[in-house]
């Protein structure tokens, strides 16, 4: 009786001090009580919960190894524990997980050797209660407007748990709270496991608990490095069989990110820059709307006045690379100067020493450092018989801020480097023979490539269309190339000068950082204050417009079908740079031995330097054919006029068709080199080229070209070169030749063939977004295609008919056998 007066006391005391009834005060107040009943339960889990948390003290005692930093990290007998404090939770960081050591044999690209990147992964540390949860957060999709669709957004965009801890006991007053990370990282993380393609090839099936273990945990004032020894269970090892298992060495670095993102910078699709893709919900009111972040280094002025008045400044922080301290040292100087050639590139940009190359240090200069350690950039050297160099990049998936990078540096590169030096410039370059290169001419070369690797490190893409910009013969003049080098960009695959010729005194054979790559440094990293991402773009675009209509600012991306973006390429007429090229290798050729010389070795690198020459023949030939049926594109907005996409002149695509019956149909003779042909080879080599005929002729008479002719014939009428040019001055080539070699039957049989081929494509190729690259799509059954095929074999075998009648023996027996294969095509088709 006496509890129930007082809540009556308390209702009228309710009612009289807000205004409400005595009866509506009462449904409050029972709300309330309702409300404090159902707390009670919840108090006394938690309570209970603290009477078992232990103190601090209990756990981390005076034995701990202790290691202090953005988390402290502890091991008290076999268990690792980490302190995360407050101030750190729901924090953005950065994982990182690289391999530190490989069992030997690996052959999985990219998963092979110590320092090569596994996957990375975004971070956050949440409290809920007693226990501390791990979540995975994505910012794929983004609300720049921060219209009002931010809770629709929210709702659809749960963040997963990775994993959750218990609290084992609180710091500091409570405002830090001790997890046992242990058996977190001893198994394999969810979306941080060993790539599926090394699982897959070596039948990974799991970890071992009893071989595996971790082996240091290290923290640091903005990360924390874990290292990890693990053990998988694997009956098909790459070399010693009998263990039944794999062990690696693994390293994950856990990044704080900066609470504020850096400012983000918009792609724009005229300069080749990685990106992180974004779906943004309030850039268009009436539509989602795809954008996206181009990579880029955080760099900001030192003097912000002094900037903006156009002098050149240092930055707050410069971007610096390692060198691991695996790498030989006399490379060292020039995968130094690589790094340091960007420079030139940055001051467009408007900062000085922006970038700079070092050794890393030594263990008595910093024991802290380590190469697996995320805060440092290094170019790792890999003891590798693969001949490769590559430049990953490590970002903010919110901004695109690039925050560190391990370029992957392969020591056999340089036996590549050393093929390539010699089949495109030996004819004219007397440094690039010998059994073996000068160390500075090596390092010459080494640095060519470290700069290119560093280059995609700061965003570049390949820029294969930069290598269209300089007319054939200017590649030709001393002048010129002292001054521009082999292109525009260092970024395209424009590697050495083929086209300079014996007499020509051309010295600078190289590629250089040019103007394509300060252009696309000044857009990538110029400070434009505290401006809006949105107005940053608005900029960017006016005077990129004005830019691109100078061909040596044109990007051309890779994978496109416009022949001016092409790989390994020089000059702007493919056909006149090949024929020059041809010519070299011509020379090269019968000088193989001459000029690679070496006593005490046997004919292994002869032949292999013979295959190569033959290589960057088809690499010439290959830059040629691009053009038959060819498309360019040139990126505009709706306020520029003119057309994107533009097919090859028809002048041009014939000379193209008479280069392929010059340099390929007609015998390449050169290329059979009697007297070395008889030192190397056991058999092969005319069958090779019989086989390098058929293939151009088949890349030639392709039904994606033909797709794009019969477009271009009805877009362009007599200015287009069309299809049934296109079989004509093929077919006069391959059957009025002057004498019927075992090359010329070879050719007219798999012209037959060809033709068969595509009388057989009966099913329609879907448009697909690889369209644009040329896979143009087409209907067999209702194309004119079909019926211009079938005309063709018509016409053939009038002439071969009247070949078969006019020759005797086994030519007539030749021409007798195509008559047959062409009866079998057609009983086939009926």
């Known amino acids: 009786m006496r509890q129930n007066n007082k809540i009556k006391l308390t209702i009228a005391a309710l009612a009289l001090s807000t205004?409400?009834?005595?009866?509506?005060?009462?449904?409050w107040a029972g709300m309330v009580k309702t409300s404090e009943k159902a707390e009670e339960p919840k108090k006394e889990i938690e309570k209970s919960k603290k009477e078992k948390m232990k103190r601090f003290e209990d756990i981390i005692d005076a034995s701990a190894i202790k290691?202090?930093?953005?988390?402290?990290?502890?091991?008290?007998?076999?268990?690792?524990?980490?302190?995360?404090?407050?101030?750190?939770?729901?924090?953005?960081?950065?994982?990182?997980?690289?391999?530190?050591?490989?069992?030997?044999?690996?052959?999985?690209?990219?998963?092979?050797?110590?320092?090569?990147?596994?996957?990375?992964?975004l971070w956050q540390w949440q409290r809920r209660q007693n226990t501390i949860f791990l979540r995975v957060p994505s910012y794929m999709h983004i609300n720049t407007s921060n219209s009002d669709i931010q809770q629709a957004l929210q709702n659809s965009n749960a963040t997963p748990i990775l994993a959750a801890f218990e609290i084992k006991a609180m710091n500091n007053g409570g405002q830090s709270y001790l997890i046992d990370v242990t058996d977190f990282y001893n198994s394999e993380i969810p979306g941080m496991q060993m790539p599926d393609n090394l699982k897959k090839t070596y039948k990974l099936s799991g970890i071992d608990a009893n071989r595996s273990y971790i082996d240091t945990i290290k923290a640091f004032?903005?990360?924390?490095?874990?290292?990890?020894?693990?053990?998988?269970?694997?009956?098909?090892?790459?070399?010693?069989?009998?263990?039944?298992?794999?062990?690696?060495?693994?390293?994950?670095?856990?990044?704080?990110l900066p609470k504020t993102p850096m400012k983000p910078r918009y792609e724009n699709a005229r300069v080749g820059y990685f990106a992180n893709r974004k779906v943004d919900f309030g850039a268009n009111d009436h539509q989602v709307k795809e954008n996206a972040f181009i990579q880029r280094w955080r760099l900001e002025p030192s003097d912000e006045a002094a900037y903006l008045r156009g002098e050149l400044?240092?930055?707050?922080?410069?971007?610096?690379?390692?060198?691991?301290?695996?790498?030989?040292?006399?490379?060292?100087?020039?995968?130094?100067?690589?790094?340091?050639?960007?420079?030139?590139?940055?001051?467009?940009?408007?900062?000085?020493?922006?970038?700079?190359?070092?050794?890393?240090?030594?263990?008595?200069?910093?024991?802290?450092?380590?190469t697996e350690d995320a805060r440092y950039s290094v170019i790792r050297y890999f003891a590798s018989e693969k001949e490769n160099a590559y430049g990953p990049r490590v970002s903010d998936p919110r901004s695109g801020e690039i925050i560190e990078s391990h370029i992957g540096w392969y020591h056999n590169v340089m036996s590549l480097l050393k093929k390539w030096f010699f089949v495109q410039t030996a004819a004219v370059h007397s440094d690039a023979r010998g059994a073996k290169l000068s160390d500075e001419q090596m390092g010459q070369l080494i640095r060519f490539v470290s700069?290119?690797?560093?280059?995609?490190?700061?965003?570049?893409?390949?820029?294969?269309?930069?290598?269209?910009?300089?007319?054939?013969?200017?590649?030709?003049?001393?002048?010129?190339?002292?001054?521009?080098?082999?292109?525009?960009?260092?970024?395209?695959?424009?590697?050495?000068?083929?086209?300079?010729?014996?007499?020509?005194?051309?010295?600078?054979?190289?590629?250089?950082?040019?103007?394509?790559?300060?252009?696309?440094?000044?857009?990538?990293?110029?400070?434009?204050?505290?401006?809006?991402?949105?107005?940053?773009?608005?900029?960017?675009?006016?005077?990129?417009?004005e830019k691109v209509k100078d061909p040596i600012y044109?990007?051309?991306?890779?994978?496109?079908?416009?022949?001016?973006?092409?790989?390994?390429?020089?000059?702007?007429?493919?056909?006149?740079?090949?024929?020059?090229?041809?010519?070299n290798l011509k020379y090269i050729l019968p000088n193989i031995e001459k000029w690679t010389f070496n006593a005490d070795e046997d004919l292994t690198s002869t032949k292999d330097l013979y295959l190569d020459i033959s290589k960057q023949y088809k690499r010439y030939v290959n830059h040629v054919l691009a053009n038959v049926g060819g498309m360019m594109e040139d990126i505009k907005t709706m306020s520029e006029e003119g057309p994107v996409f533009t097919y090859v002149a028809k002048e041009k695509q014939k000379r193209a068709v008479d280069f392929i019956n010059r340099q390929v149909f007609e015998t390449p003779y050169w290329l059979l080199d009697s007297t070395l042909l008889s030192r190397i080879d056991y058999g092969i080599m005319v069958n090779k080229v019989v086989d390098t005929q058929n293939q151009v002729l088949g890349s030639l008479l392709e039904t994606y070209s033909f797709a794009r002719m019969l477009d271009n014939e009805f877009k362009n009428g007599a200015s287009a070169y069309t299809m049934r040019e296109l079989l004509q001055d093929v077919r006069q080539q391959i059957f009025n030749a002057p004498s019927n070699t075992i090359f010329n039957r070879g050719l007219q049989r798999a012209y037959v063939d060809r033709l068969g081929i595509l009388l057989r494509l009966d099913k329609p190729v879907q448009e697909t977004p690889y369209a644009v690259t040329g896979l143009t799509p087409y209907n067999p059954n209702l194309s004119d295609m079909r019926v211009l095929i079938v005309d063709e074999l018509n016409k053939v075998e009038q002439i071969i008919a009247r070949s078969a009648g006019r020759k005797s023996g086994f030519e007539k027996t030749h021409y007798t056998e195509l008559l047959s294969r062409i009866k079998q095509i057609k009983k086939n088709e009926k």
Do not use: C
Not at 561 to 583: T, V
């Open 67 to 121: 290691s202090l930093g953005m988390f402290n990290s502890y091991k008290v007998s076999d268990r690792y524990y980490m302190e995360i404090p407050d101030s750190l939770l729901n924090r953005d960081m950065l994982v990182v997980t690289r391999f530190v050591q490989t069992p030997v044999g690996l052959k999985e690209y990219r998963s092979q050797y110590g320092g090569e990147m596994i996957n990375e992964q």
């Open 19 to 27: 205004g409400l009834s005595v009866a509506q005060t009462g449904k």
């Open 554 to 583: 044109y990007y051309g991306k890779q994978g496109s079908m416009d022949p001016r973006a092409q790989s390994e390429d020089l000059g702007d007429d493919a056909i006149k740079a090949s024929d020059y090229g041809i010519q």
């Open 221 to 256: 004032p903005t990360n924390v490095e874990v290292k990890t020894v693990k053990t998988f269970k694997s009956p098909d090892l790459p070399s010693d069989k009998t263990v039944g298992a794999m062990t690696f060495t693994l390293n994950t670095s856990m990044l704080l």
């Open 313 to 370: 400044v240092t930055p707050k922080k410069q971007i610096v690379y390692y060198i691991d301290p695996a790498t030989p040292k006399k490379w060292v100087p020039y995968l130094i100067a690589g790094v340091n050639d960007w420079n030139t590139a940055f001051e467009a940009a408007g900062f000085k020493d922006a970038i700079i190359g070092r050794e890393a240090p030594t263990y008595e200069e910093d024991p802290e450092f380590s």
């Open 451 to 545: 700069s290119h690797e560093v280059g995609h490190t700061l965003g570049l893409l390949h820029n294969f269309g930069s290598s269209s910009a300089y007319p054939v013969d200017s590649l030709r003049s001393p002048s010129f190339t002292e001054k521009y080098g082999t292109a525009p960009s260092i970024m395209d695959y424009a590697r050495f000068n083929y086209i300079a010729q014996p007499g020509d005194g051309v010295k600078n054979i190289y590629p250089k950082i040019g103007e394509y790559d300060k252009f696309a440094i000044d857009f990538g990293y110029r400070y434009l204050g505290n401006t809006a991402a949105e107005q940053d773009a608005l900029y960017w675009e006016k005077k990129i417009k």
